[in-house]
C-alpha cells in the first residue's frame, strides 16, 4: 500500500480541519482511498491486517474504524502508526478492547508515531494488555 506521508509537501504548514496539516490533493485522495478500503474491510471481516500507516488518520475517523470492526473475527494486526490520534483514541480502543466480542482475535494494535498521544494515553492501552479482558491478549506497539 502507498503511503499517504506528506512531510515533504510544500503546503504541510497551512492548518487543514481541526488544525491538522492541509494535504496536498493527492496525498488527501489516496489517504481517503485507503481509509475507505479499511472501512470496507472491516465490515466484511475479510482481512487479517488493516494497515493505515501515515494516513493523517484522527480521532474521528478511528471512531468510524472501531464501530465498523465491532463483531471482526478475522482481524489479528491493526496499523495505525504514525498518524495524528491523540489520547482520546487510546480511550476509544481501550473502550472497545474491554468489549470480548469486539474483534476477539485481535493480537497487535502499532500506535507508534502518533505525536498526540501522552504516556497516560499510552499507559491506558498497556494497562489493557496487562489486566486484559475476558482472556484476551492484545499488544501493543507506542511512543514516539
Known sequence: MGSCDSSSSSNSSTSGEGGAPKLPPDVKTECDRR???????????????????????????????????????????????????SDDACKALNSA??????????????VRGNGNMTEEGLKLLVRMRVEGSGGRRTGFTGGG
Open 35 to 85: 481509509f475507505a478500503a479499511a472501512l470496507d474491510d472491516a465490515s466484511k471481516g475479510r482481512e487479517e491486517m488493516i494497515t493505515l500507516d501515515a494516513c493523517h488518520l484522527r480521532n474521528s475517523q478511528l471512531n468510524k474504524l472501531i464501530a465498523r470492526l465491532a463483531g471482526n473475527k478475522q482481524l489479528i494486526t491493526l496499523v495505525l502508526s504514525n498518524n495524528s490520534l
Open 97 to 110: 478492547l474491554s468489549d470480548a466480542a469486539w474483534c476477539p482475535d485481535l493480537m497487535s494494535v502499532d
